[in-house]
């Protein structure tokens, strides 16, 4: 994904591929080199592709942010915005990237790139989900920024990258859902763990985890006394996923606590 971004990053930089000569961009004095100097916007933007080039990522987009900063109505500056977004996105600085391609955005909505700044915001978010363990409130913010690309770009190629990963995302969030349902069942907490393994059935029911919890429905429906409930939820799975390890599991449940030996 990475490579896709700077080959893009370089066509939008293409026209000033040269470093000019007397650029401090040349130098290797590290911070110093975004100390205040006035210079001209060619020279700038080529000092800070010069700092790209060599993977400053850092260095490259703080000098794009001079480009915007010393030269605001330069065309100059929609393209450092845009850079910046990037070279801060390489860096890994997800905040600041994202502040520039929303800064990009706000500005200049219309652009022909306002859908790679979009990515950009998405692709941000995506590279910060964590692991299901944990708070997956940046899981949401990455699906709202992908879904958004597919409703504002639906035939470019962003949105069929994007398509992909709302697919790894849902299976993501669902995998979070079936744990916490998973600990709800352990400890006895048989409507909890059915208000989790629903929602997965109900929210995310074409990702893997939905088979598993349809199972996990049967069997705490019969937990709760409620054989036909669970006698329903088995008869979806095996409907839907008859060769599964799961429906063969619900089977052999069932096999011993079928509606009509409830009670009997």
């Known amino acids: 994904m990475t490579a896709k971004l700077s080959i893009r990053s370089a066509l939008l930089g293409a026209t000033c591929a040269m470093l000019l000569t007397g650029c401090a961009g040349g130098r290797d004095n ?57 070279s801060y996105y390489a860096a890994r600085d997800y905040t600041r990237s994202i502040q520039s391609a ?13 859908p790679y700044a979009y990515y950009l915001i998405a692709m941000c978010y995506y590279e910060q989900i964590s692991d299901i363990e944990r708070d997956q409130a940046i899981t949401l913010q990455a699906l709202a920024a992908l879904n958004e690309i597919v409703r504002r770009y639906p035939e470019t190629a962003y949105a069929d990258d994007a398509r992909l990963k709302i697919d790894l995302v849902n299976d993501h969030l669902a995998g979070k859902e079936m744990e916490i349902g998973r600990f709800y069942e352990r400890t006895g907490q048989w409507l909890a763990a059915q208000l989790r393994f629903r929602n997965v059935v109900d929210d995310y029911q074409t990702t893997s985890h939905t088979p598993e919890a349809l199972y996990r429905l049967t069997e705490t429906s019969l937990a709760l006394g409620l054989p036909e409930e669970a006698q329903r939820y088995s008869a979806v799975l095996g409907a839907n996923y008859p060769g599964n390890e799961w429906y063969e599991k619900a089977y052999e449940l069932m096999e011993d606590h079928a509606p009509e030996r409830v009670g009997g």
């Open 102 to 114: 929303s800064r990009f955005l706000s500005i200049h909505p219309g652009n022909r790139d306002a």
């Open 30 to 86: 590290g911070p110093n080199d975004l100390a205040y100097v006035a210079r001209d916007v060619e020279s700038l933007y080529a000092a800070a592709r010069e700092r790209l080039d060599r993977g400053d990522l850092t260095m490259a987009a703080g000098l794009f942010d001079e480009v915007e900063r010393q030269h605001p109505y330069s065309p100059w500056a929609r393209r450092a915005q845009l850079m910046s977004a990037f």
